[in-house]
Each structure stands twice: as structure tokens, then as C-alpha cells.
């Protein structure tokens, strides 16, 4: 083998600077889209109590329900990040992320 084919262990081991930064920027935008999602369903919790739990002798019951769905979803985002993330762990990606759409 020629020394210009040969690949080093350092080689291989270094990081590339420019992925560093498209992972950073692809975590950090999709943090950023989530806490929008999130400040959207906050901004419209009053409708959306009414809508989907209409209030039968207490208006406020309606609006704790509607911030308790919320709550759930801070419960369950890292819960399901565990369970999807061990799946995909023994399974793959592909096979997690066709789990999760489904």
C-alpha cells in the first residue's frame, strides 16, 4: 500500500470542523422549533380550552386542563426519548422513525 491510500488512526478519529457546526445549528434549530410550537400552544391555550374542553360549571376547570395537556408533554417528550432512543439502539433509525410517524 502506498503512503498516499494510508489512513492514519488520527485521521480517522478527528472530528471535521464544518460537521461540528451543521450539528450544532440542525440541534439548535429544531430546539428553537420545538419552544415556538410550544409558546404557540401557550399563546392560544385560551381558545384551545374552550374548543377541546368545554367548560361545564367551572370556566377555570377548562383552562387547568388545557395547561395540564401541556404539562404531560414535557413529562413525555423525555420518556418517549428513552424508549424510541433504546429502540432505535437495537433496531436502527429507519425502523424508529417509521414507530414514531406511525
Do not use: C, H, W
Request: proline residues 6%; without cysteine.
Amino acid at each position: 500500500m502506498s503512503e498516499n491510500t494510508a489512513v492514519t488512526q488520527s485521521e480517522i478519529n478527528a472530528p471535521s470542523k464544518t460537521g461540528g457546526k451543521k450539528v450544532i445549528f440542525a440541534a439548535s434549530f429544531g430546539n428553537a422549533l420545538e419552544f415556538f410550537d410550544f409558546g404557540i400552544y401557550n399563546f392560544f391555550v385560551i381558545y384551545i380550552s374552550v374548543l377541546f374542553f368545554p367548560p361545564s360549571s367551572d370556566p377555570n376547570l377548562a383552562l387547568l386542563l388545557a395547561f395540564a395537556t401541556f404539562g404531560v408533554s414535557f413529562i413525555m417528550r423525555p420518556l418517549g426519548g428513552i424508549l424510541i432512543g433504546a429502540y432505535a439502539d437495537r433496531r436502527g433509525r429507519k425502523p424508529a422513525m417509521i414507530l414514531t410517524i406511525s
